[in-house]
């Protein structure tokens, strides 16, 4: 979906000279600041930080409004507290038509908004952030973020299943976007600050800025690659934003944990069988939300805009069997899986005890599975990466007290199996290992079982290679329009037009007096497609090809006798040195819309040298590229490229 309006096209249609003078003001900075990677992205990082911290307070502040004033006023329903809210008991929704209605009302109208206003907003946001990345040259429509926000704050507020990154991402990426184009920057600088917006947003409102900066640079990929050009402005934005943060909403983290401890080898082959549940769940949450999108909701026969109000409907018939799977649910996970902490123990209750069974946890799990695809297959706003915690961690819960009912597994407390359970789930249907390793890390502030994330994470994006929550990912940098030519053109770049071989005989020149008449049967007679076109004194004065010839020949029987081959040379020529790389050649061969090129002698343009074909072209690039891939030879000198003439 085009995630471009005309107004985007041209950001400053006054004629103010204001935003040209700040951006070569920041190219200058930019060149002080020569770290690779960084340019004038890297300057603007920090203010686009500043927006995305600010996007993350109010983001959350209004989302509590509408959990007190809704969920609580309206549905009287009290979600377990973590450690971002207050302590208040844990009441369930009432009456029943209220649990259906509130829900529907939310989907409709975010299904209202979102596709009357910008329907690229609809479904998980960070999709749309990877698209504007990989194909929309770093463009968000201005409006779309605050659509997203307003969208996805009425659809969690009123019960929905999903979570808040895919808004906070496009919260950052959109004003990132946006700064770029009032910078007139160049593509390659808008997409790093819409990632760097992005790292922001997620890093401050999950309390985690390093694993914000990880997430924006790798989920763009469904294989291990890392966006690295973005990392330092990544960085720079998720210090800012969780900085600014930090001034409005005390920085804890999402969840308390008990001591936890890593007790070595012994430990792994439970966190291993933790593994392959977590995979085999993720395989079916993934076919799940695609599947409800493509072959239930997609084609039903009503508005686009009414589908969510369907999903908030059916949303709301299962949240009278499980009322845990509406909203986000990170209370849910703290107060019925890890248990509560001390400072919000209620009632008395001992601290770090889990509310729910594992039979009830594994329930929960897989009914969140289906509301998260009622609610967002079905059209509405919000994020994947809550409601992937959500199933991770009640996976991890019921899985570790299964264990410790079996008599195994006593000596590893049953919360560490849901801090490597969300972390291990999410790395597999989102393809982030190092992201969900030290996002988790920093939402549950220990470090302490990061031997078990790191296996867990590792081993689940190895399992899962074929599936993924992000339909947008590609798989690594060669396969992305953004990088599109990037690693051609730097191959081709490293090589001369000397070294490709240049063509010196067989070449069909022509005289700049030969008449037409003469001209066609010499050129019917030959079996070249490029014509030097020289003077009396031998220097090339033009060139034409078939294609030129075949448009002469249209009404040449009434002007042909006037007409020689200099009439029909191209000019200027579009010829090449022995001395320029193939992709000056490559480029210039494409302007002149042929398979070969002049090359001149570097003192003497007008003298013809040779040609250089495409094929020959091709041929150096492949030897190249070979040679890169083979490595040093064993003599020790090497591979490279063979020159013309030289043995092989």
Not at 59 to 80: D, E, R, T
Not at 188 to 206: D, K, N, Q
Request: aromatic share 8%; proline share 8%.
């Amino acid at each position: 979906m085009p995630v471009e309006d005309p107004s985007a096209t041209d950001p400053s249609p006054a004629p103010s000279r204001r935003p040209g003078i700040i951006a070569a003001g920041l190219r200058r900075l930019a060149d002080l600041w020569a770290t690779p990677g960084v340019g004038r992205a890297g300057i603007c990082s920090p203010l686009v930080g500043v927006v995305a911290g600010l996007g993350a307070v109010a983001f959350l502040i209004s989302l509590q409004f509408m959990y007190a004033h809704v969920l609580g006023g309206l549905m009287h329903f009290s979600m377990p507290p973590t450690l971002e809210g207050e302590a208040r008991a844990v009441s369930y929704p009432w009456p029943w038509w209220m649990v259906v209605l509130l829900p529907t009302l939310g989907g409709l109208f975010s299904g209202w908004l979102v596709f009357t206003f910008a329907p690229e907003a609809e479904g998980h946001g960070t999709d749309a952030m990877i698209r504007a990345f990989h194909k929309g040259g770093g463009m968000i429509r201005t409006r779309v973020p605050f659509i997203k926000a307003v969208a996805s704050i009425v659809t969690i507020g009123t019960g929905g299943s999903a979570g808040q990154e895919g808004p906070i991402a496009q919260i950052g990426a959109g004003f990132g976007s946006y700064l770029g184009r009032v910078l007139r920057l160049p593509a390659s600088e808008r997409r790093l600050l819409v990632l760097a917006g992005a790292a922001g947003g997620v890093g401050a409102i999950f309390r985690a800025p390093l694993g914000g900066a990880l997430f924006a640079g790798e989920v763009l990929y469904s294989s291990t690659a890392f966006e690295a050009a973005a990392l330092l402005p990544c960085l720079a934005s998720a210090i800012v934003a969780y900085s600014t943060f930090a001034l409005f909403i005390t920085p804890r983290p999402v969840f308390a944990m008990p001591p936890l401890t890593f007790q070595g080898l012994a430990d792994l082959p439970m966190y291993v069988g933790l593994t392959l549940l977590c995979a085999a769940v993720g395989w079916g949450y993934t076919r799940s939300f695609y599947g409800l999108r493509d072959r239930f909701f997609h084609p039903m026969p009503i508005p686009r805009k009414l589908k969510p109000a369907l999903g908030g409907l059916m949303l709301g018939l299962l949240a009278l069997a499980f009322p845990q799977v509406m909203a986000g649910g990170y209370g849910w996970v703290q107060w019925g899986a890890i248990g509560e902490p001390p400072e919000l123990a209620v009632g008395g209750g001992s601290p770090f005890v889990p509310n729910m069974s594992a039979g009830l946890l594994l329930a929960a799990a897989l009914a969140k599975i289906v509301a998260t695809g009622f609610t967002i297959s079905s059209g509405g706003s919000g994020g994947v990466f809550g409601p992937s915690m959500f199933i991770g961690g009640m996976l991890g819960g019921a899985y570790g007290q299964l264990l410790h009912s079996l008599g195994f597994a006593d000596s590893i407390d049953p919360s560490a199996f849901v801090l490597v359970g969300m972390g291990g789930f999410f790395a597999g249907v989102s393809k982030t290992p190092l992201t969900s390793i030290v996002m988790v890390s920093e939402m549950t502030g220990s470090y302490s079982l990061l031997v078990p994330l790191m296996l867990a994470c590792g081993l689940n994006v190895a399992l899962s290679r074929r599936w993924t929550m992000y339909e947008e990912q590609v798989g690594s940098p060669v396969d992305s329009p953004a990088h599109q030519g990037d690693f051609v053109v730097d191959v081709l770049s490293r090589l001369k037009v000397g070294e490709a071989g240049v063509r010196a005989t067989g070449i069909e020149t022509l005289p700049a007096a030969l008449p037409f008449d003469r001209l066609v049967r010499k050129v019917a007679a030959s079996s070249e497609g490029l014509f030097p076109v020289l003077d009396a004194e031998g220097r090339m004065t033009g060139v034409f090809t078939l294609h030129d010839l075949r448009l002469a020949l249209l009404g040449s029987d009434a002007w042909g006798p006037l007409v020689v081959a200099d009439d029909l040379a191209t000019r200027p020529v579009s010829a090449v040195t022995v001395h320029d790389d193939l992709h000056t050649a490559l480029r210039r061969m494409t302007e002149l819309n042929t398979d070969e090129i002049p090359v001149v002698d570097p003192a003497d343009r007008t003298r013809l040298v040779g040609l250089l074909s495409r094929k020959a072209l091709t041929a150096a690039y492949t030897s190249l590229i070979e040679s890169l891939r083979a490595g040093p030879s064993s003599s020790g000198s090497p591979a490279g490229p063979t020159k013309p003439g030289e043995g092989g």
